[in-house]
């Protein structure tokens, strides 16, 4: 690798460092005994916007994580319940929407 595209792929390291890691970042689940639980089977595939976002049903947060283990999601069985019901008491259809900040070129 020539000197000039050494440095420009350090250059593009450095200009994209800011995104990736805002990327990385993830909206933060409320706090409960089974948060734990749910980073532990969740989060290892997906960050936490993708929960915080939702809006389900019990009845529905079973189906998705029926639907997420048969996908390879590890959930210990013990922790089903507390899961499930963690997710439906604060993600449920009754809960407020999230609203994400708008950005300053947004407004």
Known sequence: ????????????????????????????LPPSDAKEKVVKSCTVCHNSDII???RLSKGAWVKELD????????VNPGDRDAIIDYLSVNFSPEKP???????????
């Open 67 to 74: 639907k997420m283990t048969k996908w390879g999601a590890s």
């Open 97 to 107: 929407a999230l609203q994400f900040p708008r950005s300053a070129a947004a407004q």
């Open 1 to 28: 690798m020539s000197h000039k595209s050494l440095l420009g792929v350090l250059l593009t390291i450095v200009l994209l460092f800011p995104l990736a890691s805002a990327w990385a970042q993830s909206l933060e």
């Open 52 to 54: 915080v976002q939702q």
